[in-house]
């Protein structure tokens, strides 16, 4: 009797010639459940069927708990919109047994099997209800195959991924996330670490990261693809990988923060991980505490530039990483430019398998928290494989009390690097630090 309600109720809404012309469904006039005791799925799925056949509208959610037994499946055109994230609530029960089927990834999602376009979700929360760890999670919003589509102002909580655009192949999708939050993305969808949840995923081309946050989730921020940009984010608290891992063509991070943990030695990974690429842009970025680096450039990550950063209290500041890549694999044409590490536990700066780079009026300050060792040496420490580089103008200094940074710039090839093959070559060095021994040749 319900359903039949419904459908008369869509018939006279597309049949009234104003309200067609606007394609509103204000679901008050439907007696949606806003307690959260019966399940509002199948009524928004028919309305959003009805909606489509006509060429797509806005979708209107009262204040209100809405209990979801199945995935609301958005389709092209379609707009849901809520109150509020704090005032239109969807949710899963803890118990429910009406989420197994693997082929539905999130509370609300998309066809995958099909291109959508123009689809977006706005003022709304999700509680997905998954524990950390709990197998055959589901994320909270995730769009797939979709072009020009936007998730703004929501907020979703113990999932697999939050939020999340992915599966689109086209060449510029124009998908964009602003103002999102999310809250323990911590559910996987399998044993063995697969499927590991991301608190925001983008994969694909030409999408926008805005003003958005991610807490207490695997990972903070994933991309992959090319032309992403990420501006303003947040990322703190993250239990695998990194707060930003980034495997992504033509990037820019700008203005993004990452917190690893309240002190450091409560971070976990690395702030940001930029890896495998060519052209990405760090600028204005701070991390702290991250048990790893602060940033970690990833070999072959080339043609990169990091500008006006800070790292502090992480393991390394700033440096390559070379771990599943080795030599000949190399970083090249890299710019590191007025960025500052302070208080790491090793290093400052590392730099090591990389190219045609220029490292250029940097600073480095207080280093080796963790206590210097034969490898450890440096507050700028130049391993093996650099060539053809610069280092100018930058500054090492140690201004504690207790001085733990004893070495300023080392340049591993003068004491430390024996094999001839692995030295560095045509390296050119303008320095003096302030504080600390200097290797330089």
């Not at 964009?176 to 999310?182: C, F, G, K, L």
């Not at 703190?236 to 820019?252: M, Q």
């Not at 780079?357 to 060792?373: C, F, M, P, Y």
């Not at 030295?423 to 040749?441: F, V």
Request: hydrophobic share 35%.
């Amino acid at each position: 009797m319900k359903k039949i309600f419904t459908l008369l109720f869509l018939t006279n809404i597309f049949f009234n010639s104003h309200l067609y012309s606007q394609r509103i469904v204000d679901t008050r006039n439907l007696g949606l459940d806003t307690t959260g005791k019966s399940d509002v799925s199948s009524t928004l799925n028919n309305i959003i069927d009805s909606l489509s056949s006509a060429g797509g509208g806005t979708i209107l959610i009262p204040s209100g708990k809405f209990l979801l037994e199945n995935a609301i499946i958005l389709q092209s055109f379609i707009h849901l919109k809520g109150v509020s994230e704090s005032e239109t609530i969807f949710f899963r029960k803890k118990d429910s047994k009406n989420w197994t089927d693997p082929k539905i990834q999130a509370l609300i999602t998309t066809n995958p099997s099909v291109k959508n376009e123009e689809i977006s979700v706005e003022k709304i929360s999700i509680n997905g209800n998954f524990e950390k760890g709990q197998l055959s999670a589901k994320g909270g919003i995730c769009l797939r195959n979709c072009t020009k589509s936007n998730i703004n102002d929501v907020t979703t909580e113990n999932t697999w991924h939050g939020v999340a655009f992915y599966d689109s192949k086209e060449q510029n999708t124009e998908n964009s996330i602003e103002n999102v939050s999310v809250f323990r993305a911590q559910g996987f969808t399998s044993k063995d670490n697969a499927g590991r949840p991301r608190g925001i995923l983008v994969i694909g081309s030409g999408i926008l990261v805005k003003n958005s946050k991610s807490s207490q989730s695997g990972t903070g921020f994933y991309a992959e693809g090319e032309n992403i940009t990420l501006l303003k984010n947040y990322a703190e608290y993250w239990f695998e990988d990194n707060g930003y891992y980034l495997i992504v063509n033509n990037l820019k991070v700008i203005d993004c923060r990452a917190l690893g943990g309240d002190s450091p030695n409560t971070g976990f990974g690395s702030g940001f991980a930029i890896a495998y690429k060519q052209g990405a842009l760090i600028e204005n970025c701070l991390a702290e505490n991250c048990s790893n680096y602060g940033f970690r450039i990833h070999v072959p990550q080339s043609n990169t530039k990091l500008i006006n950063n800070q790292a502090v209290g992480c393991g390394n500041g700033f440096g390559i990483e070379t771990a599943s890549h080795p030599y000949p694999e190399i970083s090249e044409n890299l710019l590191f430019q007025k960025n500052i590490a302070r208080n790491s536990g090793l290093h400052g700066f590392l730099f090591r398998q990389m190219k045609n780079a220029r490292v250029l009026n940097n600073s480095a300050i207080n280093g080796n928290q963790r206590g210097v060792t034969l490898s450890t040496r440096g507050a700028i420490a130049i391993k093996e494989y650099v060539s053809d580089s610069r280092f100018r103008g930058n500054l090492c200094f140690d201004n504690q009390l207790k001085t733990t940074q004893i070495f300023g710039l080392y340049n591993y090839s003068v004491d430390l690097i024996k094999s001839e093959d692995k030295k560095a070559k045509n390296i050119k060095i303008k320095h003096q630090s302030k504080s600390g021994i200097d290797i330089i040749q």
